[in-house]
């Protein structure tokens, strides 16, 4: 259908993909200034103008487990969302990370000659190597943020391009740890210890508890510890303040702030981080970390059968080896998770060199990635 006003589909599944959708956004209408916007996504993207017709939280899920538990409502979104783009196809699909909801999607809207766009490629390179063939039935183009991606899509034949990781551009010019704690009004000296569980419910779940217990075994030997935890949604802000309450956990040692998660790992000394995005958060703040996960022993199983890398944290996979420690399900423990953070926070030396690496590894994402994104979709909104 030919309009006037370019017409545009998102759909991004977690707090991640809504700030990658919302620079999107940005950066399109600097240069198709009256598009409209319309999918799934968190309040950076509505506030970036963008009209949301479910809330991310509905597809925020993860672990086979927990996706069964939750899919005949995740279906439905689904289904609806399709019916609603084939009834009023928009110019091009874009959907943001959440590749098992997206792809699907994409694949049927394809079919009925839709541009999709799959902005963040699925972990082919880590696990689930099978599912090339349903990217290539699906998208249109694949929007790679990591440099060793593209190869793989070049030799599948499937077009893609290399745009580099929007936070790697946001965060270049962040302040720095001193700057941050008098923004925040933290003492200077303070040892100050980011707290990441997780974005998610179903990660609240299983990770809110451990990571009150290994604040709390830290506190015993360093009793000046401060915490700092940014929660993602107002439901993981009452999950992890019920868990305060249920461990009887010294509250005064712990600032929850609601979203603010760079403000939270620029002012600190370490980060315990749960797996995923925010490790790369901490990676581009030049932060050393911890990461550790959790989840349910049969999607924990299921997920290691498929796997190929050795290391899951994406600081680790861009080094192409661990320069930070990986404590993971059983062996993710109070005990274990408060030794590996102590060790950092009390060997200045090894944070100084950790950081000098993370600080390459944040240099080679910076590609101006909204700009090189936008060059990527514009070809697919031509009539």
């Not at 084939?86 to 839709?114: K, Q, T, Y």
């Not at 090339?132 to 060793?148: D, H, N, Q």
């Not at 868990?243 to 980060?271: C, K, S, W």
């Not at 274990?336 to 950790?354: C, S």
Request: glycine content about 6%.
């Amino acid at each position: 259908m030919s309009r006037s006003t370019p017409y545009i589909g998102m759909v991004a599944g977690e707090a991640s993909g809504d700030l990658l959708g919302a620079h999107l956004i940005a950066a399109l209408r600097e240069r198709i200034a009256p598009a409209r916007f319309v999918g799934v996504g968190g309040p950076r993207m509505e506030a970036a103008g963008m009209r949301v017709l479910y809330p991310m939280e509905k597809l925020a899920v993860r672990g086979y487990v927990e996706v069964l538990r939750h899919y005949l409502e995740i279906t439905g979104i689904r289904r609806r969302l399709a019916a609603r783009f084939l009834a009023e196809p928009p110019d091009v699909f874009i959907g943001i990370d959440a590749p098992d909801f997206n792809l699907d999607l994409e694949a049927r809207l394809r079919a009925h000659g839709i541009p999709t766009v799959q902005y963040v490629s699925p972990a082919i390179w880590a696990w689930r190597r099978e599912r090339m063939r349903k990217i290539r039935r699906a998208v249109s183009k694949v929007l790679t943020l990591f440099p060793f991606e593209q190869a793989l899509y070049d030799e599948a034949g499937i077009a893609s391009a290399y745009v580099g990781h929007p936070l790697a551009d946001v965060l270049a010019g962040f302040p720095d740890r001193r700057a941050m704690r008098e923004q925040l009004r933290l003492p200077a000296a303070a040892r100050v210890i980011a707290l990441l569980p997780g974005s998610r419910v179903s990660e609240l779940v299983q990770m809110a508890d451990l990571f009150i217990a290994t604040a709390r075994r830290i506190g015993d030997t360093a009793p000046d510890a401060l915490f700092l935890v940014p929660l993602a949604t107002r439901e993981t802000k009452e999950m992890f303040e019920s868990a305060l309450y249920r461990n009887e956990a010294q509250y005064q040692a712990f600032t929850l702030m609601f979203g603010h998660a760079h403000e939270a790992i620029a002012a600190a000394d370490v980060v315990l981080a749960a797996s995923g995005t925010a490790t790369l958060e901490a990676a581009l703040l030049r932060r050393p970390m911890v990461i550790t996960y959790r989840m349910p022993r049969l999607s924990w199983w299921i997920t290691c059968r498929k796997k190929y890398l050795p290391y899951v944290g994406l600081p680790n996979i861009l080094a192409g080896r661990f320069i930070v420690p990986e404590i993971l399900q059983d062996d993710a423990t109070p005990e274990n998770l408060a030794q590996a953070l102590l060790n950092l926070l009390n060997d200045t030396r090894v944070r100084a060199r950790l950081e000098s690496r993370l600080a390459e590894l944040g240099a080679a994402l910076r590609q101006d990635a909204a700009r090189k994104a936008v060059e990527a979709i514009l070809p697919l909104l031509q009539p």
